[in-house]
């Protein structure tokens, strides 16, 4: 069955780093998009980020932008965010997403808590 598996969330002073992983299996994860999402607190899912099958392309959100980089290593079925110059505004509960198509998803980790702050 379909597994996508966060983890590497936790406690991060504002400007700090984290690095986090989706390990997916059940499929063939180099054939589709993957896609970083979160929700803040008291707040609705907010897109923030996708890498195209092959990684070659990515997007992001302006609100992360130049400061979170996603990536992926297809021969470990894994994707990563890396997380720059963090804010007290990106935390959130962290979920990895598979998108088959640029319109849903359809299988969504359990999700990985980050918060930033001092």
């Known amino acids: 069955q379909v597994q996508v598996v966060e983890s590497g969330g936790g406690l991060v002073q504002p400007g700090g780093s984290l690095r986090l992983s989706c390990a997916a299996s059940?499929?063939?994860?180099?054939?589709?998009?993957m896609s970083w999402v979160r929700q803040a607190p008291g707040k609705g899912l907010e897109w923030v980020s996708d890498i195209s099958s092959g990684g070659r392309n990515t997007y992001y959100a302006d609100s992360v932008k130049d400061r979170f980089t996603i990536s992926r290593d297809n021969a470990k079925n894994t994707v990563y965010l890396q997380m720059n110059s963090l804010k007290p505004e990106d935390t959130a509960v962290y979920y990895c997403?598979?998108?088959?198509?640029?319109?849903?998803?359809?299988?969504w980790g359990q999700g990985t808590q980050v918060t930033v702050s001092s």
């Open positions: 059940g499929f063939t994860f180099s054939s589709y998009i």
């Open positions: 997403a598979r998108k088959p198509s640029i319109y849903n998803y359809d299988y």
